[in-house]
């Protein structure tokens, strides 16, 4: 026999589940001397790359540090420094006991169950937080997902100053890239041209980014947060030459390493 009661529903409340994007900074210091230090070199110059953007604060980095006794946090004044890029600190996850209660004190909420995603070596990543199931026996429904953007094609030379940010997608320049100018892509960035400013793909933590230029004399590569200044000189037999540069996994207990390749070689 089936029965079928009648059910009641609040009218002015409705609670269902969700999925919260969210940028995670993984800490690896306590010092924000040298945090900011670090941050404004990577990011000064950028002041629109986060827009207000949720951030998880993961704490895992600091376990040798937390043992060692000097895992000390000072929550508020990280909360501040974060928000000056436009940063919105929520939640946190992966530290010590100490350190989650002055967190949940400051007003972050710890969610230690919480998954990343994304990139080895990406100061950023994306992770989504999970909030409360939904009280109705409905079947869930997902929105599509948005279709991928296109390519952003710069078709002029950039001059010293300029600078070119490629959310979401990759960058396409077909003009030089002169010294002094910047170009950025959350993907790939393709110069098909001299590149001799700096160029920073893979910006929101994707490994798998790549940089290709047809002549390349780069101040600076980036990918997924591992740079190569000007510093260091491009070897001789890459400097000028049509290049692509990716990003290897370094060996066990080293870090990671732009590898440049000679297209045609």
Do not use: C, W
Request: hydrophobic share 45%; charged share 15%.
């Amino acid at each position: 026999m089936t029965v079928a009661l009648q059910a009641t529903a609040p009218a002015t409340f409705e609670i269902k589940s969700a999925n919260l994007p969210l940028v995670a900074l993984l800490l690896k210091t306590t010092d924000l001397v040298a945090l900011s230090r670090e941050l404004a070199l990577r990011f000064g110059d950028i002041p629109d790359f986060f827009d207000q953007d949720a951030l998880l604060i993961d704490l895992s980095p600091l376990a040798a540090t937390a043992r060692a006794g000097s895992g000390d946090i000072d929550f508020p004044a990280l909360i501040t420094l974060l928000g000056d890029y436009q940063l919105v600190p929520i939640t946190v996850k992966g530290g010590t006991p100490a350190q989650m209660a002055a967190a949940l004190q400051a007003g972050l909420l710890p969610v230690p169950d919480a998954q990343l995603t994304g990139g080895r070596a990406a100061v950023q990543t994306q992770t989504h937080m999970q909030t409360a199931p939904t009280l109705e026996h409905a079947a869930p429904t997902h929105p599509p997902p948005p279709a991928p953007l296109g390519a952003l094609v710069i078709d002029k030379p950039l001059r010293s100053g300029q600078q070119v940010y490629a959310r979401g997608r990759d960058l396409v320049v077909l003009a030089m890239v002169n010294a002094g100018a910047e170009v950025i892509a959350d993907g790939h960035i393709h110069v098909y041209a001299p590149l001799r400013g700096k160029a920073m793909a893979g910006a929101r933590g994707n490994t798998d980014a790549r940089i290709f230029s047809l002549a390349l004399d780069a101040e600076l590569l980036s990918i997924a947060g591992v740079y190569r200044t000007s510093e260091h000189p491009l070897p001789p037999g890459v400097a000028g030459q049509p290049t692509q540069v990716r990003l290897v996994p370094g060996a066990e207990g080293e870090g990671d390493k732009l590898v440049m390749t000679v297209m045609g070689a």
